[in-house]
């Protein structure tokens, strides 16, 4: 951690080596968020994700590969890790976050700070409503899908998110639940493209550097929030 602790000195070094962090969704954003956690020093981390690595995730997907289809991402996810830093702590948890058990899931752990890196509507507003409630900070990360500019994403409050029709739906059912603001978001200022094939009916489509500009943009927020921690 040479490099980086010219950067954030050695207080900043131990303070993100104490740091334990749930990250909840190792797709296209999330593998990228857990591989700059890993590397900034976050030293636990706690990973939540129901799914096998599967042959549509190879174009975008960090933890995709030939020799990593058919296993669990969070498996993948936790070799990787260790790949990186044999020190690093990974919890594991092999299961689709839902309302009903994301409170087990934040509330077994002594966390810093959550991730949300879903794509489903009705988990990421459990998951943020949990996070809340247990006091913990969030940060979420918007559509990703459909998408081509990288230069289109922005950080800023889910309040004041725009043009994404996941952050729309987020703030929606946020607001149902009493939360307007406090969530810093990662979204794409950029309209949705229309697909090209029928091929993947329901899914969007996707592209190589576009989830993964957005989960180091989510990364970040999570490395910076927690060095202003120690410094205060």
């Excluded at 010219?6 to 591989?35: D, H, K, P, Q």
């Excluded at 991402?73 to 594991?92: T, Y």
């Excluded at 899931?105 to 879903?118: F, G, M, P």
């Excluded at 993964?212 to 989510?218: D, E, P, S, T």
Aim: overall charge positive; some cysteine; charged content about 20%.
């Amino acid at each position: 951690m040479e490099r980086t602790e010219r950067m954030i000195g050695r207080t900043g070094v131990e303070r993100l080596n104490f740091s334990r962090v749930a990250l909840v969704g190792l797709g296209g954003v999330g593998s990228y968020v857990l591989e700059a956690l890993v590397r900034a020093g976050i030293g636990s981390l706690v990973l939540v994700d129901h799914d096998l690595v599967e042959r549509s995730n190879l174009n975008r997907q960090l933890l995709a590969l030939h020799s990593t289809l058919g296993i669990s991402k969070v498996e993948v996810g936790r070799q990787r890790a260790l790949d990186i830093n044999p020190g690093v702590e990974i919890i594991s948890w092999p299961v689709f976050c839902t309302p009903e058990n994301c409170q087990q899931i934040l509330n077994e752990q002594k966390l810093d700070y959550v991730v949300d890196a879903i794509d489903v509507v009705a988990s990421k507003v459990a998951l943020i409503k949990t996070a809340r409630a247990l006091k913990l900070p969030v940060a979420s990360s918007m559509g990703a899908g459909n998408k081509l500019d990288p230069t289109a994403f922005r950080i800023a409050d889910i309040s004041k998110t725009q043009v994404c029709p996941l952050a729309r739906s987020v703030r929606r059912e946020l607001r149902r639940c009493g939360i307007d603001q406090g969530v810093p978001t990662v979204y794409s200022i950029e309209p949705p493209l229309p697909v090209q094939s029928d091929s993947s009916i329901g899914s969007p489509g996707s592209i190589s550097y576009v989830p993964a500009v957005a989960g180091l943009m989510l990364a970040g927020i999570v490395i910076k929030d927690l060095l202003k921690t120690s410094s205060t």
